[in-house]
């Protein structure tokens, strides 16, 4: 991360907050303090700077206690790797499903025609050299919380002294006519994201959802594909998540550069010719033509696995976690995308938020409670997503928010959104208004409240950001 962006962060205290993506660090030693982010900072001038990995340990002879996590997300990498950091000695085995060591998700959406190598987020040797055993194409079947033993695809079985679950989740297909056709796509893989990118060059392209990955894609695509066409269940894009005010700057953004909308409404047909997507129809009556459709609808958590266990999950089989990310089964954890847990901010409600950020906190939190380091779960969700180059940044957690107070305009694509509920802010998100949305988050990490009045009385980003510290 370059050093001139730190610079331009938030300082409080002993830590400073990066104004792009919210990662803490010590200004002292240049430890990783909050996330996302995989790497400490150097605290020395050198001409080159290098990455700095936070002091780890490996296992010790004798000590067989094992530590089992099972999927190959940022929540497993990063309970291996702070397990590590707090000198577990025992086995750490982390098996994965997928074909590839754990990789940074985040970017398949933004840049789709990249090479496996360029997001992996730690390398075979690192693993090696901490004594992390990496197992890959192992899909876990069951697990027996009684045993402590989780069967795998293969037949085999492995047991346990300790379980992560962050299995993560999968994308949701449309339950219509058509779904089989060739040039029908969901992006979950790098490999998907490099057939899309190359299935989609001078073609037709339609899109179905109007969340981060949607719109990103459409985003992605506009100087590739002949034609984008976007379509949404509701009114406005990002309307459950960033609100209706970012939905309708974003909609604008990407119309300006010929991608065309069609909200409110569904597809209930999937046409081909010769086993080729040609066209979707829409529940309007309306009729696009397409060469290839991404669908990108929603998720669904893989915990199929679980059904027949003594671990608790919701209606919609999230994990349900508790504050230290510990479930109902004594020993069992559960992070990541498939973990419904308490929000602190949110005086604790139970949420699910599928952020890398979030991940990453799970994995931490999990492992220094696995080594009775009693720790909570107190991380601010902070995400972003980019749009034609540019980047909207969010904190905090909007849902029920009734007001906004605005700062910049719209219409000059510099801005702050502050979500209001009850006379507080709950929630920020900006579009070129650095290192604001920062600042907001650094408030909530540490317990304080924004008062609409001084929401309101805030004119200026850096006069805001002074302000809300005091």
């Not at 360029?118 to 045993?147: C, G, N, P, Y």
């Not at 129809?281 to 893989?302: F, H, M, R």
């Amino acid at each position: 991360m370059p050093n001139l962006v730190i610079c331009e962060g938030v300082i409080s205290g002993n830590t400073v907050r990066c104004p792009w993506h919210g990662a803490c660090f010590n200004v002292q030693t240049g430890d990783l303090e909050e996330y996302p982010g995989m790497d400490c900072l150097p605290c020395h001038k050198t001409l080159k700077q290098e990455k700095r990995v936070k002091s780890m340990g490996a296992a010790a002879i004798g000590v067989t206690h094992t530590v089992l996590l099972l999927g190959g997300g940022a929540a497993s990498l990063i309970c291996a790797e702070t397990l590590r950091q707090e000198n577990f000695g025992g086995r750490i085995l982390l098996v994965t499903k997928d074909d590839l060591l754990p990789y940074d998700k985040t970017r398949l959406s933004k840049v789709m025609n990249v090479e496996n190598d360029s997001i992996l987020l730690r390398r075979m040797e690192f693993f090696h050299q901490h004594d992390i055993e990496v197992w890959l194409r192992k899909e876990a079947l069951s697990v027996d919380t009684d045993r402590k033993a989780v069967t795998f695809h293969d037949g085999s079985v492995q047991h346990y002294d300790q379980l992560l679950i962050s299995t993560g989740c999968r994308a949701r297909g449309l339950d219509v006519p058509g779904m089989k056709l060739d040039n029908v796509w969901m992006l979950e893989t790098p490999e998907d994201a490099r057939r899309i990118h190359t299935a989609c060059l001078g073609c037709s392209v339609v899109l179905v959802g109007t969340s981060f990955v949607g719109m990103e894609v459409a985003s992605y695509l506009i100087d590739k594909a002949s034609s984008v066409t976007v379509i949404g269940s509701s009114e406005l894009p990002y309307q459950n998540t960033l609100g209706r005010e970012i939905g309708k700057i974003s909609m604008k953004m990407l119309s300006e550069k010929n991608v065309k909308f069609y909200m409110k409404d569904n597809i209930t047909e999937v046409k081909g010719v010769d086993g080729k997507v040609k066209e979707v129809v829409l529940k309007s009556g309306n009729v696009i033509p397409a060469d290839v459709l991404i669908v990108g609808i929603g998720i669904k958590p893989n915990s199929e696995f679980l059904l027949d266990s003594k671990i608790l999950m919701d209606s919609k089989h999230f994990v349900t976690v508790d504050k230290f990310m510990r479930t109902n089964v004594s020993g069992v954890y559960c992070g990541g995308d498939m973990a419904t847990f308490p929000l602190a901010m949110a005086n604790n409600r139970l949420v699910n938020i599928g952020h890398w950020q979030m991940a990453q906190s799970h994995g931490r939190i999990a492992a220094l409670n696995m080594l009775d380091k009693p720790t909570e779960l107190r991380s601010v969700p902070y995400y972003w997503t980019v749009l034609l180059g540019k980047t909207i940044r969010y904190a905090g957690y909007g849902e029920g928010y009734t007001d906004i107070v605005m700062k910049g305009a719209f219409e000059d694509r510099k801005f702050l959104v502050l979500y209001i509920k009850n006379d507080e802010v709950i929630a920020a998100a900006s579009l070129n208004y650095d290192p604001a949305v920062s600042a907001v988050a650094e408030r909530f990490g540490e317990g304080k409240v924004i008062t609409k009045k001084e929401a309101e009385y805030a004119t200026h980003v850096l006069f805001f950001c002074v302000s809300i510290f005091g």
